[in-house]
């Protein structure tokens, strides 16, 4: 089915940068849409939804063994198969960060931004290459490209608070952490960018509060301690 195609699709996505939970997630809302279809009497593929359950699985496994030239050697194959998957390029650089390449990361972050102007992963992550190189103002106006084009990417949030206080704009990193906490109250990485920030102005009572928080939403987040 089409449904099933879609999924495996994008957990051959998520594994070459070594993601599992987020495979396990496409499981599990997998199999949760599956039940809702049973229960509603649509069409069910039940051995359709068991063996893209058992790739997801397979898939997890095999991309705890890759090396990062042997996941690049992967999206090379796929780019000769589509030179237009922009996802694949956007693979490339996550891996190419990982293995601290940041000016040939940003290469790949631009090609699947133009292949795929909606695409705001690319631009998070040329955003992130960006500020490592110093290019700060530069990745402003990354964050901004990639929460315009997804307003739920807690992250493009986060990290554009840290630039903005590595450049001195306090209050606008703050307003930056307000609206990530807006999206999702109980991220603990939020509160502690904002403990970080408000550290910076001297406001030590203040910032100890929020890494307060930081623990009280997630106590097994050990940056805020």
């Given amino acids: 089915p089409r449904a099933t195609f879609k999924v495996v699709q994008r957990a051959g996505h998520l594994v070459p940068q070594e993601r599992p939970e987020e495979i396990g997630r496409l499981i599990v809302d997998f199999l949760q849409e599956s039940k809702k279809r049973v229960n509603s009497r649509t069409s069910f593929y039940p051995l359709g939804f068991l063996l893209a359950s058992l790739l997801f699985l397979g898939f997890a496994m095999a991309a705890q063994a890759q090396t990062g030239d042997e996941k690049i ?14 996802q694949a390029y956007y693979d490339w650089g996550a891996t190419l960060d990982e293995l601290g390449q940041y000016e040939e990361a940003i290469v790949r972050y631009q090609k699947a931004a133009q292949l795929d102007p909606r695409l705001a992963a690319a631009y998070y992550g040329w955003g992130n290459d960006l500020s490592r190189q110093g290019g700060y103002q530069e990745a402003c106006d990354k964050f901004r490209k990639a929460v315009e084009l997804d307003p739920r990417f807690t992250k493009a949030y986060y990290n554009w608070s840290l630039v903005l ?58 940056t805020a301690y």
């Fill in 73 to 86: 050697a992967q999206y090379q194959k796929a780019l000769a198969l589509n030179p237009r998957d922009a």
């Fill in 165 to 222: 206080m590595v450049m001195g704009q306090y209050e606008q990193a703050i307003q930056k952490c307000q609206k990530g906490l807006e999206i999702n109250p109980k991220d603990p990485q939020v509160y502690t960018n904002w403990g970080v920030i408000l550290g910076q102005q001297g406001k030590r009572a203040e910032a100890i509060l929020k890494f307060q928080k930081a623990v009280e939403v997630d106590d097994r987040f050990t």
